[in-house]
């Protein structure tokens, strides 16, 4: 994947037939995703990261960066899909660059998520074996050690943007780098 653009976009929100629903920009419009023949949001997972949405507050929150009835979201997307929603869309779409998608990603999107993940299923087995006082396996203690990846307990690494950027194999712009 060739170095992606951070985005930060603001989402409306706009009712019709009595239902609220997510006013992005028009990205259908752009020349790229007409070109590729592709709905955007396919063109976006495709291409980038997908959305990143603020998970601190939604369209019927109130915050100094967004307002009640705007939402919020970043993504990693090629340069000439930012450079085109940013010409079309100025009031809606910005490039940002790593640095404050960093923050945003990890104190908007991630900032809820937990530090370690539970495979519950296996956790309850090894309870269980010890409430028989059962001798846990090799493969048993290491579902107990986050550091090592057998399920069990492991280390959430996407909570963090260095372990979402490792994970995907992400690499930003130059310009735009930390």
């Known amino acids: 994947m060739a170095d992606l653009t951070p985005i930060k976009v603001k989402i409306g929100l706009q009712t019709a037939a009595g239902k609220s629903q997510h006013a992005?920009?028009?990205f259908e419009?752009?020349?790229c995703?007409?070109?590729a023949g592709c709905d955007w949001a396919i063109y976006m997972d495709q291409n980038g990261s997908g959305w990143l949405y603020d998970g601190t507050c939604g369209?019927?929150?109130h915050?100094?960066?967004s307002p009640c009835?705007?939402?919020l979201g970043v993504a990693l997307v090629p340069d000439e899909f930012a450079t085109q929603a940013v010409a079309a869309f100025a009031s809606q779409v910005e490039i940002i660059n790593e640095a404050a998608f960093q923050a945003f990603y990890e104190g908007k999107v991630t900032s809820s998520q937990p530090s370690q993940n539970y495979n519950t299923e296996m956790l309850q087995a090894i309870a269980a074996k010890k409430a028989l006082d059962i001798t846990?396996?090799?493969e048993d203690n290491a579902a107990l050690d986050p550091a090592n990846d057998s399920p069990g307990i492991t280390v959430n690494k996407t909570k963090t943007w260095a372990g979402l950027k490792a994970a995907k194999a992400y690499t930003i712009r130059t310009d735009?780098?930390?």
């Open 24 to 26: 992005y920009p028009a």
């Open 136 to 138: 846990l396996s090799a």
């Open 176 to 178: 735009l780098r930390s």
């Open 29 to 31: 419009t752009l020349a």
């Open 69 to 71: 009835g705007t939402w």
């Open 33 to 35: 995703v007409q070109a």
């Open 63 to 65: 915050a100094a960066d």
């Open 59 to 61: 369209h019927s929150d």
